[in-house]
């Protein structure tokens, strides 16, 4: 049996939608942000900005998902739009460098949080990072119905307690509005203003991203047509009102003018709450989101690797699913495996960076596959939101490049590099057809 079954509900698609997004960033990104910023209106402009580009790219996802409900997200809408070899481009980019990358990123950004439950437990947190990849790998053998439950019910505490967080600065007392005064001007020792909007941008877009991964497990969602629009605006939604209040939850609890780094802002904000078992409270906060982030990615970053296997461009072993739990098993612990290598090579900052231009790159391609499909798009929101999307993923990119180019350069060869494997792939379909028959 090759044939995915269609498990998911609306809980699993949302929290796939939000897993990524509501992540380790949403506890450091902001921080960071206001310090350079160094203005509540600037701060409160950029997410904004950055929520309206979020909200446009998840109205074109929705519909590319549900032209496309199988999985892959991309990699079939890439092979759609613009043929085998972009699409097989981008699926070299994710499977065997990003998705690895930010799984390895997101186990290591965790273990300081654990350090700080388990302060002498040092044993634990060394090995935690490999842990956590692997159980949630293991999770995600033991079908998509399965792993879907525990992925909703993460998402569903997480969000409890953001919101559960905010309404407590709320009603605590610890929050104050005169601590957002001066609203518009800035603090003096704020970063200059390009360089901190621009830096401020592209830490919101990333800070933000993820949601697209609901389109790669399409194939596994029970009535794609209204689940999954359902999942990527509401989840998009959800994302940006959580940002949004927590970013100015912090800022009036703790004045910006009095902002540490963003490394420490956990425990100054926990502190600032809870006194002093803030720092494990908000500690094991972020280890909630964290757990659902990686949760998310484990569940729908193989399933690129999968429709390439499925489509022929890949070995055809990675393309078949478990006898009894009908899931893409042989993509999954390739996908774990391959994390847990950069894991032991502590690669995952610089293979993040080099990648981040090709990945923006890759979105803004996926979504212009709606100018090139044969059947006519009639949305209201068309063509208004993909011109929106990827004229900001230009401007990130752009961005990117100014900042540092060289990464980006780096990360366009590591890309490109998938064509001479593409043509390795397609001589071995032509000698050795067994390894590369559709499934």
């Not at 939000?18 to 203005?39: D, H, N, Q, R, Y």
């Not at 612990?333 to 090579?345: E, G, H, K, N, P």
Request: aromatic share 12%; hydrophobic share 60%; net charge positive.
């Amino acid at each position: 049996m090759n044939t995915v079954e269609r498990k998911l509900g609306l809980g699993a698609t949302l929290a796939i939608v939000t897993g990524e997004s509501v992540a380790l960033g949403i506890f450091l990104t902001p921080a960071s942000m206001a310090k350079s910023l160094g203005s509540p209106a600037l701060l409160l402009a950029v997410w904004v900005g950055m929520g309206v580009m979020a909200m446009c790219g998840a109205l074109c996802y929705s519909e590319l998902a549900v032209r496309f409900p199988e999985s892959g997200g991309e990699y079939v809408y890439l092979r759609a739009g613009y043929g085998d070899r972009i699409a097989f481009l981008y699926g070299w980019m994710s499977s065997v460098v990003m998705y690895p990358g930010v799984a390895a990123a997101l186990a290591v950004g965790s273990a300081a949080y654990l350090a700080a439950l388990l302060p002498h437990a040092h044993w634990i947190t060394a090995a935690f990072p490999a842990l956590l990849l692997i159980g949630f790998g293991a999770v995600n053998l033991f079908g998509s119905a399965f792993s879907g439950r525990l992925l909703s019910g993460l998402n569903l505490l997480k969000f409890a307690l953001l919101f559960g967080l905010v309404a407590w600065a709320a009603v605590s007392g610890k929050a104050h509005v005169a601590n957002l005064q001066p609203f518009t001007p800035r603090h003096a020792g704020s970063e200059p203003l390009f360089g901190a909007i621009a830096g401020a941008v592209v830490s919101a877009f990333f800070s933000l991203g993820g949601w697209w991964e609901a389109g790669k497990i399409a194939g596994e969602v029970r009535n794609p047509r209204r689940t999954l629009p359902l999942a990527f605006v509401g989840g998009v939604a959800l994302v940006i009102a959580i940002y949004l209040l927590l970013t100015f939850a912090f800022l009036a609890v703790i004045p910006l003018g009095d902002l540490t780094s963003s490394t420490a802002f956990v425990s100054q904000f926990g502190g600032a709450l809870f006194g002093a078992a803030g720092a494990k409270v908000l500690s094991a906060c972020v280890l909630l989101c964290v757990f659902g982030g990686i949760s998310a990615l484990t569940m729908a970053a193989p399933r690129v690797c999968f429709a390439m296997a499925q489509s022929g461009a890949f070995f055809a072993s990675f393309g078949r699913l478990h006898r009894r739990f009908a899931t893409p098993w042989n993509a999954i612990l390739l996908q774990t495996v391959l994390a847990l290598l950069v894991l032991a090579f502590g690669a995952f900052d610089r293979m993040l960076a080099y990648i981040i231009f090709a990945a923006v790159v890759f979105l803004a391609l996926a979504a212009s596959t709606l100018f090139r499909l044969p059947r006519v798009v009639d949305p209201w929101w068309f063509p208004a939101a993909p011109i929106i999307f990827i004229a900001c993923c230009a401007v990130i990119a752009l961005l990117i490049v100014a900042h540092d180019p060289l990464p980006a350069l780096i990360g366009t060869v590591v890309v490109l590099c998938g064509d001479p494997a593409a043509r390795w792939m397609e001589r071995q379909r032509t000698t050795h057809p067994h390894l590369l028959e559709r499934s």
